[in-house]
C-alpha cells in the first residue's frame, strides 16, 4: 500500500495492510500536526504533493527497505491537503518477524521519505505561513 490521500488517514487500516502470519513485530510511525514549532503557535498544516512521483518514490522506498531488511510488509500513507491539528498526515507500518527489523525499516521509511518523495509542507501559523521544501529542508517564508 502506497497512497497520497486527501482525507484522514485511517491508521488501523494502514497497519492492517501490512499483516502477516509470519510477523512477529508490527511497528506504525504516526507523523501527525503538532500545534507548535520553532517558537511559534501553529494551526495547521498543509501538503502538496506531486502524487504519481510521489507514489512511485515511496514504491522505492518500500522495494529498499525490504532488500534492505527481513520485512514482511511495508505501507505507506500521506496525506495533502489541510491537515488540522492532532491529525496524521503520515502513516507507515511495518511487520516483520522480529521488532528490530521492523523498527529499522520504520526509520529508514520516514527518514527517506522526508528526503526524495515530492511533497511540501505550508505551516500556518499565529501570524503568517511558511513552505517548508521536505527535499531541501529550505524554508520560504511568508509571514505577513
Known sequence: MYEIVSHAIDAA????AVAD???????????STRDHNDGRRVTQLEYEAYPAMAIAEMRKIGETAQQRWPITGIAIVHRIGVVPIGDASVVIAVSAGHRGAAFDA????IDRLKEVVPIWKKEHFEGGEIWIGSQTGQRFDSAS
Open 13 to 16: 487500516a494502514v497497519t492492517a
Open 21 to 31: 502470519s509470519g510477523a512477529g513485530a508490527t511497528v506504525t510511525f504516526i507523523g
Open 106 to 109: 520504520c526509520h529508514f521509511a
